[in-house]
């Protein structure tokens, strides 16, 4: 047995088990499963806010390209219409997450989904402690409602769904209803008793809590756990170690981004939502607080055709490779892979487990990270502040992420080169390959053919 083989078998042995559970546990399960489901009125307010600076703004790329400043005079003034986009979407973000954590736990116990999520934003403000004062009016301050809050959603939202979910499965705190009463009280009446003791639970924690932290819980995580996180985090290493780790799995057949995107979500959602916030006042990417976030560098430079930066791979293909598989293949996988989705790179190729392929699927995007974030850090182009979809075509991610900045797109266009680069020698050590099994196959089948006996006449 090959070392090669044996590193597969090694891998295959040792980290696909571990991979699988930690994908199907059901507290990561629920986290991640939140954060996707909430990405779309994410999504919605970023891309709003961009066409209210690319298109409305007399300064954005959009309008000076087809002088819609000359034309609509008083076009500045429709801004205002789309300015409170980020009320509804990134601001509320800790409401949605707390909620949704809850309903995907209560899903898993097959509980009341809904009331479970309702009962988590009723214990999340039972310990929201930042209110202010003024003029004898208490007002709800809303600093911990967004990003700022997450961990504490998310906290809440796992407590609020285990402690629900295991007491509504006791049909001894159930509160049965006669037949004649309405199916929606019934249904409220019959989870009242978990609902009553898990606010009770989170009236007490908050009481002990506000003795040793008067500020409350909220300042005390953020303090303590997220505002470090969230430090440690930014930076350059912790998207190469989770880029690693993403794409090693895709290799052994486990899809990494969904395994590592409850950690990854947790890290870079705050300074993602603080970079979108800061070019919705700022009307520009220029000084974005936050240049080295997941979104910024890895989906920005090293995602063109899906993880692994595989539309460099398919040009690659389409330059050199003589395999009529290969090339079979990358004629069928161009169209998806254009819209970054590479499941049938992945698996029709394949990358899995393939000795050859598997080198530069994980080196590239590492490459292509650093490549990207030079020109950033060096600000010769801004950070990419702007929240762009996931589907949208390679090199224009840094030109739309960074509110049309021309140079950023030349820089995706020359991450796209390096990759194809990178991806050349060994699709040509794939033609290499390919022959040499061919003719150990031919020479195979002669030698076969020559020792067979000669059948008597």
Known sequence: MSLMTKFEHGMERFLVPVANKLNSQRHIAAIRDAFILVFPLIMAGSIIILLNFAVLSPDGFIAKILFLGKIFPNLAEAQAIFAPILQGSTNIMAILIVFLVARNLALFFKQDELLCGLTAIGAFFIIYTPYTIVEEQTYLTTKFLGAQGLFVALIVGLITGEVFSRLARNERLAIKMPPQVPPAVSRSFRVLVPVIIVMVLFSVLNYLISLIAP???HDLVYKVIQSPLKDMGTNVYSVLILGFISNLLW????????????????????????????????GSAWGAPYPATWAGLNDAFSNYGGSGMTLGLLIAIFIASRRADHRDIAKLSIAPGLFNINEPVIFGLPIVLNPIMFIPFIVVPAVTTLVGYFFVATKIIPPIAYQVPWTTPGPLIPFLGTGGNWLALLVGLLCLAVSTLIYLPFVIISNKVAASDAAMDANATESAEKTKPEVAK
Do not use: K, M, Q
Request: proline residues 6%; aromatic residues 6%.
């Open 251 to 282: 290799v052994l057949g486990i899809h990494g981004p969904n395994t590592v995107a409850a950690i990854r979500d947790t890290i870079f959602t705050e300074p993602n939502l603080a970079n979108l916030s800061y070019v919705s006042e700022h």
């Open 215 to 217: 500020a409350g819980l």
